[in-house]
């Protein structure tokens, strides 16, 4: 009975290679599911960015827009430029925003003439990620409602 016992105390050479191929064989494919699932944190931060990022630039753009009383189509690189009054002072103020597009990007210029021989111009960007020209379309849309005297 003794023998026995001392046979059954350690693991063979075999037994040993046959979990290390096991064990080579799991490793791999636990590894690339566990880096998968710490990439898709990531990817959706990513994505919540880009979709925050564009509704922050149709607001401004909107804004611009209600604001304008006239806008001015551009050329390549230039989508166009909103021009409007603003009756906040004494006087009013001509101001503009034109927008462009420069190293994929989307840019806001705000140009505030309180003085016509000073210009108070401000340049940011908009919206970031734009990879060409095209991707952006400034389209106008007719208002939702109308106003006929007749039918009052």
């Known amino acids: ?18 979990v290390l191929a096991i064990i080579g064989i799991l490793l791999p494919s636990l590894a690339s599911i566990v880096a998968g699932l710490l ?5 959706i931060q ?6 925050q990022g564009i509704q922050n630039a149709v607001l401004t753009i909107t804004e611009d827009a209600n ?3 006239s806008f001015t189509p551009g050329v390549e690189p230039d989508y166009g430029t909103f021009t409007w009054r603003e009756f906040s002072g004494a006087s009013p103020v001509e101001s503009t925003a034109r927008y462009y597009w420069a190293d994929q990007q989307l840019f806001r210029v705000l140009d505030r003439r309180e003085n016509p021989l ?3 111009e401000s340049r940011r960007v908009v919206v970031d990620g ?5 991707d952006v379309v400034f389209q ?6 109308t106003y006929d005297p007749a039918t009052r």
């Open 1 to 18: 009975m003794k023998r026995w016992l001392a046979a059954e105390r350690g693991a063979t050479l075999v037994e040993v290679a046959v």
């Open 39 to 43: 990439r898709i944190p990531v990817k």
């Open 46 to 51: 990513s994505e919540l960015s880009a979709s």
């Open 67 to 69: 604001m304008a009383q």
């Open 118 to 120: 000073i210009p108070e």
């Open 130 to 134: 734009v990879l060409q020209y095209a």
């Open 140 to 145: 106008p849309t007719p208002s939702s409602w």
